[in-house]
């Protein structure tokens, strides 16, 4: 039996190698030429052409000619629209050609022909087969398909290809590239709404395969060294980026991809959501409970039911069902006075049984069947037709009624089931440019092109406003649309909680730093599980979107449960709004290099000379920033976590105990507070508590600094804007405020800290209503003695005994010295002798 096997698998992997590797078998170098900055290369199997965008970033397309491919044409939805190409060398020999990018070099073998990537003397990644086509059989239909197949170095790990639960490392999954949500998911799941073709390998490259249609990525599944791209039509194209270190990889990625705009600063704040709001007065109650019970909102989020009583039969109404919600625009500038942002669900589906379907099949906003009609199918929420948001037409009838929703006073748009949910095969959908395409071609862009219709639509109507978009779909690129994603329909329980730190590490490492969980878990639950909502939504105060969301058996929302519940949450959700200057200063990072706000552990030991890749494995705890290590609780009962520290000391945020890094620490906790640690030499700014952004305000500061002698010296800094203007980051009106700490170190027989000296420098061109001054009172942690000095500017200062009115004074409990003085942004120098 095992001799059978045996040959029955060595054929399969001979008529395997067989169909991938004609192409490349066959293929050989003819001749080349520059055309337009790119190197166009002729084959005997046809062109293909290079083209550099960066010092790190080359692309390769191949134009191969394909009577099977009949969506070829399709242009790059990943490379921005703006991105520009840029020159490069190419030296040849009788054996290879080589294109130069600068750090980035491409080698190209002429026969037989296959390319390899080298950033300086290090080779990334290169061609197996190259270029390939054959087919597969999947769900017992076969596929025609094409693609690329490269060759994997030993020891390499492979992250990436979106929103799956696989653990970090994907290297011998095979993974479907086709958005498709997984309802009530929970500790595993090869298939989820926003998949992204693309890998982030340990030897510090990404590989993106440009392509928008049904495919497939086999991360060394089938075989163990072979990284294979596929996809049944459109652009064959693929993109390789290069950088030194982890982050710098990143931000060369999302200069070509595109960078995510600055989110207005009450995105960062707390939403109240579920499935969903019925009424008017549900939604003022909800809110007016919130404000009762001192509670910060801003934002409530309106399900279906704003345009329907029922969940069947009314998806595409897309409007106002008056007899629920009686004056919709009243209630929205009301709420707006009270600091809460409205934001609605939109579908792309339309109803035949909704009051829109005859607008819509009239004005030709709808994807076509093959007869040129409208195309029609059944689904869970009834029969429907599709808006083709690729077509002019489709695009202009959306638009219109997100413009007449916005002119009402709405803020922000939720766009559900984009993947779309549903998208037969035969699906056609017509691009501006008069071409025809089917589902499969353009699958995964739908949720794409979605968020950027919208977008740019909202920017149009306010041009200097951040748009807000939330979106279950999209594809590599779309963190230019301001795109904030979210982990689908998970399941209402501990095995929901577990990958979510998996699923938003993940997403960020491409791109996507906004990505987040229902907080709570969204799908199923009988009854109430406090630990549970507990644990998740004090990690949320760690993510990036602090958005609670469930099915309405069991309220989603922290004030419609017990008063324990609140009184620990509520610590918890005020502690997110203190950090919003760390916060909104994370964003800043985002915009400006790509650099995500949950970061991967191995992010801080990859700067160790002894960097083990196993850490790279890790989705246990990660980083919130440079500064925080979080560790969330994923089961229930547990009074501690084993957490490996990164090399440096660390302080636990809630206890101030300190530890050593380079080790492997167990970390108590209780129900009441969540393992999270604080960098030695760490810079938290964080204001006072408030209702709402509406109230925030910067110009009273408390500056936290985590002293330790460890640390000779140490750099922090605070973006500030307006919180809303979209061209704040292009107009340069914003201001960033630089923190750093010096320490000279005399008295050894002292444990702590000693002789810091801190300055005080701002930046920037301001904007209106900037602070004129601040008051600040910077928290000195872990310092144990009482100091001997203290200067600012030059002047002395004296410690006084009074913790609220001295302007200095030293905690011997907390072991914390606070030193108060007003700011005018001058530059400015604190000298503290111990």
């Not at 290297?171 to 998911?185: K, V």
């Not at 760690?542 to 324990?564: G, M, S």
């Amino acid at each position: 039996m095992r001799s059978l096997l045996l040959i029955k698998s060595t054929l399969l992997l001979v008529l395997l190698f067989a169909i991938q590797t004609i192409a490349s078998e066959k293929n050989s170098y003819l001749s080349h030429h520059l055309k337009e900055q790119s190197l166009v290369i002729h084959t005997t199997l046809g062109q293909l052409t290079l083209s550099a965008y960066s010092d790190n970033a080359i692309e390769t397309t191949y134009q191969y000619e394909n009577k099977l491919n009949n969506a070829a044409f399709l242009p790059s939805f990943a490379i921005k629209e703006r991105a520009q190409k840029q020159g490069f060398s190419v030296r040849e020999t009788s054996l290879q050609l080589l294109l130069s990018a600068g750090k980035l070099n491409a080698v190209i073998n002429k026969s037989p022909f296959n390319i390899s990537y080298y950033y300086g003397e290090k080779l990334l990644v290169s061609e197996e087969a190259g270029f390939f086509t054959g087919t597969t059989l999947e769900d017992k239909t076969q596929h025609q398909i094409q693609g690329f197949r490269f060759k994997l170095s030993d020891n390499e790990k492979l992250l990436g290809g979106g929103e799956r639960v696989l653990g970090m490392d994907r290297r011998g999954h095979r993974l479907p590239l086709y958005n498709r949500a997984h309802y009530g998911y929970e500790t595993q799941s090869n298939q989820m709404n926003f998949s992204l073709p693309a890998v982030f390998s340990s030897n510090k490259y990404i590989l993106l395969f440009d392509n928008s249609a049904k495919g497939w990525m086999d991360l060394g599944k089938s075989e163990a060294n072979i990284m294979q791209f596929s996809a049944v039509s459109g652009r064959m194209s693929y993109l390789v980026f290069a950088g030194n270190t982890y982050p710098e990889l990143i931000n060369n990625y999302v200069d070509i991809t595109g960078k995510q705009p600055m989110p207005p600063r009450w995105a960062l704040g707390n939403y109240a959501s579920r499935f969903g709001y019925r009424s008017e007065q549900e939604v003022r109650a909800t809110v007016n409970k919130f404000i009762d019970l001192d509670f910060p909102l801003d934002a409530i989020i309106l399900d279906l039911y704003w345009f329907g009583k029922d969940i069947k039969g009314h998806m595409g109404n897309l409007a106002w069902d008056k007899a629920a919600f009686p004056t919709p625009t009243k209630m929205i500038s009301d709420l707006k006075a009270q600091g809460v942002n409205t934001i609605l669900i939109t579908e792309p589906f339309v109803l035949t049984t909704s009051k829109k379907w005859a607008d819509a099949e009239q004005s030709q906003a709808l994807a076509k069947n093959a007869d040129g009609n409208p195309k029609r199918f059944d689904f869970y929420f009834g029969n429907t037709g599709l808006i083709d948001i690729f077509s002019d037409k489709g695009k202009n009838w959306f638009n219109n009624i997100y413009k007449t929703l916005y002119q009402q006073g709405v803020t922000g748009w939720w766009g559900d089931l984009g993947e779309p949910e549903v998208h037969p095969s035969d699906t056609l959908h017509t691009l501006s440019d008069g071409s025809v395409v089917n589902g499969d071609a353009i699958h995964n862009v739908y949720g794409h092109q979605w968020a950027k219709m919208v977008f740019e639509n909202q920017l149009s109507l306010a041009p200097n406003k951040r748009p807000f978009i939330l979106m279950r779909s999209g594809f590599a690129g779309s963190q230019r649309y301001g795109m904030i994603p979210w982990t689908g329909d998970v399941s209402r329980s501990w095995g929901g909680l577990k990958p979510q730190v998996e699923l938003s590490l993940q997403m960020g490492l491409l791109g996507m730093g906004y990505t987040h969980s229902d907080l709570g878990g969204f799908a199923g639950g009988e009854v109430f599980n406090k630990e549970l909502y507990i644990r998740w939504l004090q990690y949320g105060v760690f993510q990036p979107i602090y958005r609670p969301h469930a099915q309405d058996n069991i309220a989603p929302e922290v004030v419609f449960h017990d008063k324990d519940t609140q009184d620990i949450l509520r610590k918890f959700i005020k502690l997110r709004y203190n950090l919003l200057p760390y916060n909104y200063t994370l964003a800043y990072q985002n915009s400006t290099t790509g650099m995500p706000l949950m970061r991967p552990l191995f992010f801080a030991y990859a700067l160790e000379d002894e960097f083990n890749l196993n850490v790279m494995d890790n989705a246990s705890s990660y980083l919130w920033g440079d500064a925080f290590l979080v560790t969330p609780v994923v089961d229930a009962g547990v009074t501690s976590v084993s957490i490996p520290l990164p090399q440096g000391v660390w302080f636990d945020f809630f206890t101030e105990k300190k530890y050593q890094g380079g080790q492997i620490i167990s970390l108590a906790t209780n129900l009441e507070t969540l393992p999270v640690l604080v960098r030695a030499g760490s810079f938290i700014p964080m204001v006072n508590d408030m209702q709402s952004t509406k109230d925030y305000d910067s110009s009273k500061l408390t500056l936290h600094y985590y002293a330790d002698e460890s640390v000779n010296s140490s750099t922090g800094k605070m973006y500030e804007d307006d919180g809303q203007s979209f061209q704040s980051l292009s107009q340069n009106q914003y201001e960033i405020l630089h923190f750093t700490a010096k320490q000279n170190k005399q008295n050894k027989q002292n444990s702590g800290a000693d002789n810091i000296i801190f300055t005080f420098n701002r930046t920037g061109n301001g904007y209106p209503e900037m602070p004129v001054k601040r008051q600040i009172s910077l928290v000195i942690h872990h310092w144990l003695n009482p100091p001997k000095n203290i200067s600012l500017a030059g002047k002395i200062m004296q410690v006084g005994s009074n913790t609220t009115a001295s302007d200095v004074y030293w905690d011997k409990t907390k072991n914390t010295l606070t030193v108060r003085f007003t700011w005018q942004h001058q530059p400015l120098t604190l000298s503290i002798e111990n």
